[in-house]
């Protein structure tokens, strides 16, 4: 018992006396660690904050809202309210006015003035929760008339100070509201979503001279929304929360599953930097295992001293890694709300607070790889006998061996991936596993193919670089017990950030092009509120001279048991209904425009599983009526889901004449600022009409979606530069540990010049082929991001473009980090004595 | 000093430690709006008053705060135990009425709090409503006599206060009670003026009925007991404030098998002192109240229980000693887990009394709230 | 003892780390083809002295001479120049390149000198051959027993026809009888290749062959009468 604890005790002091005497070994392994459990930690806190801010933000817009209670007529009877509160309890109820108002100290700007209860608001949007410390006294908001709670930013640009009253103008008249406290911060920006003016119901419905509401919130679990829908309410639809804050819904969840791929991308980078990093610090010495099995050490001695260390190693590691994480993500989540604060709300969420899951969860990965990392060379040293452990050729073979067995298993995970992904045709996570397993086929390629790339380039650089060139090659082949798991972490690193970078430019692209197809017309006139155009307006637009047609769209939205969709009814304009199918015949336009049937976009299509020639039903003036699908169209607008039909059918279906929209197509020649006042001149200066320039159109969407992007942008770098710090640390510590071989041939003669050509060499092509790997790995992972994920997540579908620039850029990033990672080594080569490197061993 | 003003006061975040629940955002919100402190424009119980009934037995506006409070110990015929706790909030959010043309418009708030015990099922349910007096969701109304918020409600059966029904359930459980009156109504303080502190105005209306003959059903998890038992009720109404150095308070009501109860409230101080406000009443069977001050009673904690869900650690069994009766009572939960973690966290909860005077064994049941722990 | 076709020649030469002064006025002067063999206990500075006269380390005082020049001079580049075409070394641990096959490594100071590729397969197939090493040419070092592997190392270190072949300890890690096989092995072949020996030993069973040996004792070196 004694002489094992005393045989104990000296390993683990063989074992501190290795990083005692190569202090860079020890800070390169703590640091690769640390760098691995940092960016993990770092992204995922960061994620977490901005998925907790998103949710909060979206409380404020829909909260945990299950269902609503909508009015076919968009409006809701206070006594319906009433009936379900008074009788039909217990139930959790919030009543909600909603509409469009403008501000007569800023008439472009359209607000939403949302009346809501605010006793009843408790576990809905949690917008009180927005209150504190904001000057918000919910008392004063119920009782004073014209009490409104306004965005902070917009009392600002107002010059207004809390307390102030200013104008709102609400159907031609201005009423005056007083701002009693500030809820939210909203983005400047002048088309996008704002945040809501908030008032009391009572105050809304005084303002907007009503006496309904726009809907009811609902909390319910599916037996109180049966018990509800059997109630039978007059004019009412229950309709699934999901779908109905479409606008917001749709770019929030972009948004998240954006997050969560990063998320993924650090995960796997952590994985891999912690895998290489310990895995080379055991791989490293096995020829002192070999030595202490040879004088008795048993196995499971050796395995409990290399454990121990591991676990020393990583607890250390994992330790500095958390809290450099915790620096990562203050940085990032600034960054992420900033981001949400240009696209959505601003919102008081700077100091969330993550869940400890996430410490855990960085826990488990730092101690887990790193002793999983130990683990395997260590029980291969501890299986084999003592004199094979000592052989580093013995080694070689075996790893050899395990990267042909890797190649074998790279089979099953390809079938594996394969499956999940035709499993996953509407699952998001088996669609993510898929992806998973695809990257995982890539990473157990890496070894063997990295074995014939040096195999294939020994020729070139021994060509380029002479002898140098040569072993170097030579040096990468051989030696894939060091450089194996090197090359795949760097790989999978890389050509995640390709990937990523590829889908972006792809979906950009799509994006683009669908602009271009679907904005036919020059200028766009729209009309706020309960008012619309009408067919005179269209006469008086034709006799203008320069106008060459016009096209009219009727937008509304339609409560269906399924959620709510938007309809377009159009009368397109000379360049015809500017859709682009992706199911469907070709005739599906003509025979729409006989009116037999409808378009549904494509996420709609994908949600409901509408194929063409199935039924939709919509809710007509005359009652549920169904409608045949002819195809479906592209639509990146909404993933909520729209329906297209021809003006003249919604007509003659919903009995309604109004007309919100006017695409007005311009002649060439003419001067477009004198068409632009003729059109404002048949509209008038009362009327509250919006106009907007195809270009302003264009312009303004690609700038959301870029901003939509920029922090996917911005992670995706930081996730590629530390994965090129802590892979550059990786392969440094590979090159470092050939010191002595390098003084073999500084001794043979190798010249300074030479020796520093050879590091190079060697880690440069380390990088060259991880960044070769990244390239087709990096594309298929673009490709599933994108027929995949992007159809699981939101039902579109984009062309996958392969541009060259992303995947330069990985190519680059691998190669640059790689040879960065070598300049040291290199540098410390021909330093360092040769003497002395030859005498240690 | 009754529970019921503490209870929004601690709202106002006056007596209590804050709600830490997961989401402190959401929890205390809804009564958020209890925290308009200008007690001057309201009403306020200055001198004694020459109560009316039934008009005082419905709301009083212009006070900033009132509430109707029935708690009770009942039992079915196997002698299955429950106890219930039923109250209604009305708080004024400005002192005059507004006028508004919306039907929404209001000035009255209300709150409600529904508690059951069932002390076999081990099971104990609380849940809470609010609502505007707008709309005819909730209010109150003297004649005949209804207080309701949503269908929760305290109902005249007839055209008299009493018998008055008592409904109120959720999804788990649910009470529909009948009471009705065997003692006369007790008038608290000098003659019905209870002060809360130094200051004049500091102080409420406050009656109780002591001892009300309950009936009915209760239902828990779909299931419903015929049930009989006791109730107490206590209203009061005012435009007080507790003062700033008290922590929270133990108040119990409780009910002896030899018709008399006892009510007593112990405001602690910061540092755990008992407040010299502190104070209650001995009702004799024939209705005789004696008035008991800090110095005639000694309480003594016996037992400690901690809640899972929100940590706090209250004493829940107690000894309450009446040295100048030579009255020695303990008083035991029927039900550890009695706490209401609703927007105001407290525990209160049915307990069950034994005791002795002078030799003579003493039994009974009762209530006791627990706040500020 | 002066003579002007010496190959090594030590000239006052100390080597000291820090106060730890490890040889100390050494004056050497070793002919061309000569068979020198330096011993000493363990740690007594043998190695240091190799690697003083292969440039490997430079004197703390003094200077070295290497077929009449001077080190002291020399950058490192010259350095490596000057090992590349006039010395061969064998080390101890053999030190074989393990990635190259055992013709590659016999090649490899060929191919530093700038030889052909097929200049160098000839050499070292003859060298291999000479050696007994026929088969061996294509196999990688690790493949080899110690003896194979040291006399891989001899042929590496006589490849590309160095003046000068030092010997650190090269039978330090061999069993006895193949230690004399190597040694022998060794002597003969640079006496054949016309290149100046030196080795250093802590055996004294090599001293019958040598043609001078010297000792080191207390940092100083000492001639051994013949």
């Avoid at chain 1, 809304?204 to 039978?232: C, T």
């Avoid at chain 1, 994480?325 to 601003?346: K, S």
């Avoid at chain 1, 017990?481 to 972490?489: D, I, M, N």
């Avoid at chain 1, 006042?677 to 009362?686: C, L, P, S, T, Y």
Wanted: net charge negative; with cysteine.
């Amino acid at each position: 018992m004694n002489g094992i604890q005393v045989r104990s005790g000296l390993l683990a002091r063989s074992g501190l006396r290795f990083y005692w005497r190569r202090p860079w070994q020890l800070c390169l392994a703590v640091s690769g660690i640390a760098l691995g459990v940092a960016v993990y930690v770092g992204v995922d806190l960061a994620n977490d904050s901005a998925r907790r801010a998103f949710q909060l933000t979206s409380d404020l817009v829909t909260g945990s809202t299950t269902h609503h209670l909508m009015g076919t007529r968009g409006e809701i009877a206070d006594s319906i309210y009433r009936t379900l509160r008074m009788e039909h309890g217990p139930v959790r109820a919030a009543p909600v006015i909603e509409a469009e108002v403008r501000l007569s100290r800023l008439p472009g700007r359209v607000l939403t003035l949302m009346g809501v209860d605010p006793l009843e608001e408790s576990g809905f949007r949690g917008f009180s929760g927005f209150v504190p410390g904001r000057g918000t006294d919910l008392t004063r908001l119920i009782v004073e008339p014209g009490a409104v709670l306004a965005p902070a930013p917009l009392l600002e640009e107002m010059g207004l100070e809390l307390g102030s009253e200013f104008g709102l103008l609400i159907g031609g008249e201005t009423r005056s509201v007083r701002a009693v406290g500030t809820v939210l911060v909203t983005s400047s920006a002048d088309e996008g979503p704002t945040a809501p003016l908030i008032a009391d119901i009572a105050t809304a419905q005084e303002l907007l001279g009503r006496a309904s509401l726009s809907r009811v919130d609902l909390i319910l679990d599916e037996a109180q929304a049966e018990r509800i829908r059997a109630l039978g309410l007059p004019n009412a639809t229950l309709v699934p929360a999901e779908g109905r804050n479409a606008a917001f819904d749709e770019l929030a969840r972009a948004f998240r599953i954006n997050l969560t791929a990063l998320s993924l991308l650090a995960l796997l980078v952590g994985v891999f930097l912690i895998y290489a990093t310990m895995s080379f610090a055991v791989v490293q010495r096995r020829v002192t295992f070999g030595v202490l099995r040879a004088i008795g050490v048993s196995r499971r001695q050796l395995l409990t001293g290399v454990m121990g260390e591991a676990l020393v190693l990583g607890t250390l590691a994992t330790t500095a890694g958390i809290l450099l994480g915790q620096q990562l993500a203050e940085g990032l989540v600034d960054l992420i709300l900033r981001t949400i604060g240009d696209l959505y709300f601003e919102s008081s969420v700077s100091a969330v607070t993550p869940s400890p899951t996430i410490y855990w969860r960085g826990i488990a990965l730092g101690l887990g790889m790193t002793l999983l990392a130990a683990a395997a060379p260590a029980l291969d040293a501890a299986r084999s006998t003592p004199n094979s452990a000592m052989s580093r050729a013995a080694l070689e073979r075996s790893t050899r061996r395990l990267a042909l067995r890797a190649t074998w298993l790279a089979l099953p995970a390809a079938a594996v991936a394969t499956i999940l992904l035709l499993m996953s045709s509407r699952s998001l996570v088996l669609a993510f596993a898929g992806l998973f397993f695809v990257i995982a086929t890539g990473a157990l390629l890496v070894p063997v193919a990295t074995r014939l790339l040096a195999r294939l380039a020994e020729p070139l650089v021994e060509w380029g670089f002479g002898i140098s060139g040569s072993l170097a090659a030579r040096g990468m082949a051989a030696s894939l017990s060091r450089t194996g798991v090197a090359t795949a972490a760097l790989s999978v690193a890389v050509a995640t950030v390709v990937g990523i970078g590829l889908m972006i430019g792809s979906f950009r692209i799509s994006v683009e092009e669908w602009l271009t197809g679907t904005l036919t017309a020059d200028v766009y006139v729209n009309i706020d509120g309960e008012q619309f155009f009408d067919d005179s307006h269209r006469d008086a637009l034709s006799a203008i001279p320069g106008v060459r047609g016009s096209s009219q769209t009727r937008f509304v939205r339609l409560p269906t048991a399924a959620g709510e969709v938007s309809l377009r009814a159009l009368d397109p304009g000379p360049d015809g209904w500017g859709v682009r199918m992706t199911a469907g015949s070709t005739e599906a336009v003509a025979r729409m425009e006989s009116a037999e049937g409808v378009l549904v976009s494509e996420p709609l299509a994908f949600h409901r599983q509408l194929q063409p020639g199935d039924d939709l039903i919509l809710p007509t003036a005359s009652g549920e009526q169904a409608f045949t699908v002819l195809g479906a169209f592209r639509d990146y607008s909404s993933n909520g889901g729209t329906v297209l039909m021809p003006l003249s059918v919604y007509r003659s279906h919903w009995a309604d004449d109004g007309i919100n929209g006017i695409g007005v197509y311009l002649d060439d020649e003419t001067d477009r600022e004198t068409v632009l006042g003729e059109i404002r001149r048949v509209f008038g200066a009362g009327t509250p009409v919006r106009f907007r320039s195809n270009d302003f159109i264009r312009e303004r969407s690609m700038s959301i979606f870029d901003r939509t992007f920029r922090i996917t942008e911005v992670l995706r770098i930081l996730a590629g530069v530390v994965a090129f710090l802590g892979l550059a640390s990786a392969v440094m510590s590979i090159e470092l540990e050939r010191g002595r071989e390098l003084a073999v041939l500084r001794a043979l003669g190798l010249r300074p010049r030479q020796v520093r050509a050879l590091t190079l060499a060697q880690t440069g092509l380390l990088g060259l082929a991880a960044g070769l790997f990244a390239i087709p790995l990096g594309i298929v992972m673009a490709a599933l991001l994108i027929q995949v994920i992007n159809v699981r997540s939101f039902g579109w579908s984009m062309d996958l473009e392969i541009a060259s620039q992303p995947l330069a850029l990985g190519v680059v990033l691998a190669l640059s980090a790689a040879v960065l990672a070598g300049i040291y080594p290199a540098v410390r080569a021909v330093r360092t004595g040769v003497a002395g490197q030859l005498r240690e061993e | 000093m009754s529970r019921s003003i503490c209870i929004l006061l601690i709202a106002l975040g006056g007596c209590a430690a804050p709600a830490d629940g997961p989401q402190p955002a959401q929890q205390g919100n809804a009564t958020r709006f209890l925290t308009e402190p200008s007690d001057h424009e309201y009403a306020r119980a200055l001198g004694s008053r020459a109560f009316r009934f039934p008009e005082d037995h419905a709301a009083h506006d212009e006070y900033r705060n009132e509430w109707w409070y029935f708690t009770g110990n009942l039992r079915d015929a196997g002698g299955r135990h429950f106890g219930f706790e039923l109250t209604f909030f009305r708080y004024a959010m400005s002192p005059e009425p507004v006028s508004r043309e919306s039907a929404w418009g209001a000035n009255q708030a209300w709150m409600a709090h529904l508690a059951i015990t069932d002390t076999d099922g081990r099971e104990f349910m609380a849940a809470e409503r609010f609502s505007r007096q707008a709309l005819g969701l909730a209010g109150s109304q003297a004649e005949p006599f209804r207080v309701w918020l949503e269908d929760w409600a305290a109902t005249g059966d007839g055209p008299g206060f009493l018998p008055l029904h008592l409904s109120a359930g959720t999804d788990r459980a649910g009470i529909e009670l009948t009471l009705s009156g065997t003692k006369p109504m007790v008038f608290h303080g000098d003659n019905g003026l209870d002060p809360k502190g130094p200051e004049p105005g500091n102080a409420s209306y406050y009656y109780s009925l002591t001892r009300l003959e309950a009936a009915g059903t209760v239902r828990v998890a779909d299931e419903e007991f015929a049930v009989n038992g006791t109730a107490w009720m206590d209203r009061e109404w005012g435009t007080s404030a507790l003062s700033p150095n008290l922590a929270g308070w133990d108040w119990f009501a409780l009910q002896l098998t030899d018709n008399r109860e006892v009510m007593y409230y112990r405001l602690r101080t910061d540092d755990g002192e008992t407040s010299p406000f502190s104070g209650g009443s001995l009702l004799l069977a024939d209705g005789t109240r004696i008035a008991l001050s800090p110095q005639d009673v000694i309480l003594t904690p016996l037992e400690y229980w901690t809640s899972d869900t929100s940590g706090a650690r209250y004493p829940i069994a107690w000894q309450l000693g009446l040295p100048g009766q030579e009255m020695t009572l303990q008083v035991r939960p029927y039900l550890q887990e009695q706490e209401l973690n609703l927007t105001v966290r407290y525990w209160e909860g049915a307990v069950s009394v034994t005791g002795s005077q002078r030799e003579t064994a003493i039994n009974g049941d009762g209530y006791v709230e627990l706040t500020g722990y | 003892m002066q003579n002007a076709d010496s190959h090594i020649r030590l000239i006052g030469v100390k080597k000291s780390y820090g106060d730890h002064v490890v040889l100390e006025e050494c004056g050497l002067d070793i002919l061309p083809g000569e068979f020198v063999v330096v011993v000493g206990r363990s740690g007594s500075g043998k190695s240091t002295l190799l690697n003083l006269i292969g440039g490997l380390d430079r004197p703390t005082a003094g200077d070295v001479e290497l077929l009449g020049q001077s080190l002291a001079g020399l950058s490192e580049d010259e350095l490596s120049r000057v090992r590349c075409r006039r010395l061969g070394f064998v080390f101890q641990f053999f030190n074989l390149i393990p990635t190259l096959t055992v013709a590659e490594n016999v090649r490899l100071p060929m191919a530093l000198n700038g030889a052909s590729r097929a200049e160098g397969i000839q050499r070292a197939d003859l060298l291999l051959g000479e050696l007994g090493l026929d088969e061996c040419g294509s196999r990688f070092p690790e493949e080899l027993s110690g003896g194979e592997q040291q006399r891989v190392a001899i042929a590496r270190a006589l490849s590309h026809k160095p003046d000068i072949v030092l010997a650190d300890e090269p039978t330090g890690n061999l069993d006895l009888e193949t230690a004399e096989e190597v040694l022998a092995l060794l002597e003969q072949t640079c006496r054949r290749h016309r290149a100046t020996l030196v080795m250093a030993t802590h055996s004294r069973e090599v001293l019958g062959t040598a043609d001078r040996v010297f000792t080191i004792r207390a940092a100083r070196i000492h001639e051994e009468p013949p």
